[in-house]
């Protein structure tokens, strides 16, 4: 009945509040399988895939995503994508990174519809997965484009606190991308080798260093407001 569907939600609420995550979840799960058409429901399957995240189980997030995206995929495209971008970002904590990867290229045509802030975090992510495999070529060229995103851009389209929160994490990648690039030109900058007597080599090296430099100093000139992990790093 449709008062025994609604307990099951209810129920789901409830365990959540008391941080009951594990049976909150599967009470969510029930509900969306018992009435996916409720108004209810993208959320019910919204927060059990945030709560199998939490909870260590990005197998079962991924398939209450895949779920999610049969049920409403045609619906909220915008709001999908962002969940694939946290499944992905969740794989990758657990050094997944081939998961990472295919999440990413799966939705590839629905993070095209996202908001540009979530497209930031999408690139960013799958060059961090594909940096991590090894592919360099590849993820330093999604690197690059999200090192050079203009923030301004960002930043006008804020409209609530969601979208603040989406900025911040879009900030905090491109800060990374950045910092992944003035780590590559440190290095560089170590590498460089002084010959004694060779004012040459003594000119490239200080120019080496002075690019390093200056990669450093554009992840603290992030605006609106440099991310600190990044800057801390820098």
Same mark, same amino acid.
């Given at each position: ?98 998961? #990472? $990867?295919?999440? &990413?290229?799966?939705? =590839? *045509? ?8 979530? @497209?930031?975090? %999408? /690139? ?14 590849? #993820? $330093?060229?999604? &690197?690059?484009?999200? =090192? *050079? ?8 389209? @804020?409209?609530? %606190? /969601? ?36 004012? %040459? ?34």
């Amino acid at each position: 009945t449709e008062l025994a569907r609604k307990a099951i939600y209810e129920n789901g609420a409830a365990f959540m509040a008391i941080g009951e995550y594990e049976r909150a979840a599967a009470d969510f799960e029930r509900f969306v399988t018992a009435s996916p058409t409720s108004d209810r429901a993208p959320d019910a399957i919204g927060d059990a895939i945030v709560l199998r995240m939490g909870l260590g189980d990005p197998g079962r997030a991924e398939k209450d995503f895949e779920a999610m995206v049969k049920l409403y995929g045609a619906r909220m495209p915008a709001r999908l994508a962002a969940v694939a971008v946290a499944l992905a970002t969740t794989f990758e904590e657990r050094s997944q990174w081939k998961d #990472a $990867e295919r999440i &990413l290229r799966g939705q =590839a *045509s629905m993070l095209a519809k996202a908001t540009p802030t979530v @497209r930031v975090r %999408a /690139d960013a992510a799958l060059g961090k997965a594909l940096a991590a495999q090894g592919k360099k070529a590849e #993820a $330093e060229a999604l &690197l690059k484009s999200v =090192a *050079s995103t203009r923030t301004e851009r960002l930043v006008a389209i @804020r409209a609530d %606190a /969601d979208a603040d929160r989406e900025l911040a994490r879009a900030l905090i990648a491109i800060g990374d991308a950045k910092l992944y690039f003035a780590d590559q030109a440190r290095d560089a900058a170590m590498k460089r080798k002084i010959k004694k007597g060779d004012s %040459a080599s003594l000119e490239e090296k200080r120019q080496a260093v002075a690019e390093a430099e200056k990669a450093y100093a554009g992840v603290s000139a992030i605006e609106p407001m440099p991310p600190p992990r990044a800057v801390l790093a820098a």
